[in-house]
């Protein structure tokens, strides 16, 4: 039902001008879907939408690409002033985060949603990305590498 659900709020949000979260959910339910606030919200954060201005000055809700996360600013600083070093084990990623940052950096490389990178693993100060395949990971790193530079 949930992806039912999520398939459709990107449907609408294409083929819609939906400003706010009162008319996704009023859309959801002219097409059968039951839905509270809470799922809405939910949804738009895993989704990651995000809102756009129109050509009339209001804002929309729209799909936000990979490359339109990794431009956010806050994603940005995060890495910049996280991230330390970087080295490569197979296909492990080890990057070194200032103290206490790790989790943030993690949640940051999750968002940008790098399609080699099967996940995260997040400690204090220590990330261990692990990358699909090992011949992958130094262009891993290096594509990271070209957004704190």
């Known amino acids: 039902m949930k992806t039912k659900r999520q398939r459709k709020i990107i449907e609408l949000i294409t083929n819609y001008d939906i400003e706010t ?3 996704l959910a009023a859309k959801l339910v002219e097409n059968g879907f039951n839905v509270t606030q ?20 209001k804002q929309k809700y729209a799909v936000q690409s990979s490359s339109d996360i990794v431009s956010n600013s806050k994603y940005m600083r995060v890495l910049n002033d996280g991230i330390i070093t970087m080295d490569t084990a197979g296909n492990i990623l080890v990057v070194k985060t200032v103290s206490g940052m790790a989790m943030a950096v ?10 080699e990178i099967l996940g995260c693993i997040a400690g204090d100060d220590t990330i261990m990305c692990v990358v699909k395949h090992a011949e992958e990971t130094d262009r891993v790193k290096e594509h990271i590498e070209s957004f704190i530079r």
């Open 38 to 57: 809470a799922t809405i919200s939910r949804d738009i954060r895993e989704l990651n939408l995000t809102k756009i201005a129109t050509k009339g000055g």
């Open 106 to 115: 993690a949640a940051a490389l999750d968002a940008m949603q790098i399609k």
């Open 21 to 23: 979260q009162e008319e």
